[in-house]
């Protein structure tokens, strides 16, 4: 069975170019309506949009993302996770729990922005409009957050371009459903590269209107070449959250403890040798000299692994001035890199 609504999700294709057409008030002011009304984690609608009309900014999230048919977009919208307004509202009512900027408060955000997003693009679809999402804003999510003057409990999650569609791209081809749809439990196959064989020959068919003289490589070589060019802003995000306020309340996980896919690291891997910091830490850094430096840090490393609790008694005998933080490390059973890491993060949130 099927019917209009289902026939337009199953030709949805990426629109890049547009007309230069202004989209009517009226649609836009019902597309906000549409995302006001989409769902939301226990009613909290802890989510806003940041429609971006003016073109310096606009140029501004075109660098961040590296894409410049953001300038294009007669429509760009900006979602945002948004735990600040509920946190201003409790405030107002003597009312500061810890759990206003948690990150279940996040996620709940983050999921009510990505929904009302693709509820607005299907909606926009209806009515013969066309767009596209950028992640890319979260390239350089400081940045996003400079330019959308964001407050602390908040976070960019997708942009949104949307306007009257100048172009005719193909259907993109997507893997067999068997892969992503299992039943009751996940399902791993023997052999992803034999599983997807028909897909990769189905992907070089297809051309992208980005770059039309050029087929693109099959999916499996895509896979690859986008972890091979992973961006190093993106790969530590979790800085950005935390400076935006939200308390991750991490906890410290035994090594044996976390999910991997190799262990041990497959040899044609290089493995790489931790030397020194960003700021400066080594294995052999004192540790009363970083406690000197940074006095919160000690209390820190007590709160975060009850084994630290030795470190009491080792600074009442005067023994902490011979210890380096490799020392200490072994002390909480757990690899210096990763105390340093931590460290360092809590260090970065002040």
Not at 4 to 18: D, F, P, Q, V
Not at 231 to 246: A, H, L, M, P, V
Not at 251 to 275: C, H, L, Q, S, V
Request: aromatic content about 10%; proline content about 4%.
């Amino acid at each position: 069975m099927t019917n209009e609504a289902i026939e337009r999700a199953l030709s949805h294709r990426s629109i890049r170019a547009y007309k230069e057409k202004e989209i009517e008030a009226d649609i836009v002011k019902n597309l906000l309506e549409v995302a006001n009304h989409t769902s939301s984690s226990m009613g909290m609608q802890s989510y806003s949009i940041i429609r971006i009309t003016d073109k310096k900014k606009r140029d501004m999230i075109a660098q961040v993302c590296n894409q410049k048919y953001v300038n294009q977009a007669p429509e760009f919208w900006v979602f945002i996770v948004d735990v600040y307004r509920n946190a201003a509202i409790a405030s107002e009512q003597d009312c500061f729990l810890d759990g206003r900027n948690d990150m279940d408060r996040f996620f709940q955000g983050f999921t009510d922005a990505s929904l009302a997003a693709q509820n607005v693009l299907s909606s926009a679809e209806s009515l013969g409009l066309g767009g596209v999402f950028f992640g890319s804003v979260l390239n350089d999510p400081a940045k996003m957050i400079e330019i959308l003057n964001l407050p602390e409990y908040t976070f960019p999650v997708v942009g949104l371009g949307m306007g009257y569609p100048d172009q005719d791209p193909l259907l993109k081809p997507r893997m067999d459903i068997d892969l992503k749809v299992f039943e009751n439990e996940y399902k791993k196959q023997d052999n992803y590269l034999d599983a997807i064989k028909d897909y990769d020959e189905r992907m070089k068919k297809y051309y992208d209107l980005r770059n039309p003289s050029k087929n693109l490589d099959e999916f499996s070589k895509q896979v690859v070449s986008i972890l091979s060019n992973a961006t190093e802003k993106r790969s530590r995000i979790i800085n950005d959250i935390i400076r935006q306020g939200f308390d991750l309340q991490l906890d410290y996980i035994p090594e044996g403890d976390i999910k991997t896919m190799f262990k041990p690291i497959p040899k044609n891997i290089k493995e790489e040798t931790f030397e020194e910091s960003e700021l400066g830490f080594r294995m052999d850094t004192n540790i009363k000299d970083l406690f000197d430096e940074y006095p919160y840090i000690k209390s820190y490393i007590l709160s975060v692994n009850p084994k630290f609790n030795k470190l009491r008694s080792l600074s009442a005998s005067n023994k902490l001035k011979e210890l380096t933080i490799a020392d200490i490390a072994q002390i909480g059973e757990m690899p210096a890199d990763s105390l340093i890491y931590m460290i360092e993060s809590r260090i970065s949130e002040e």
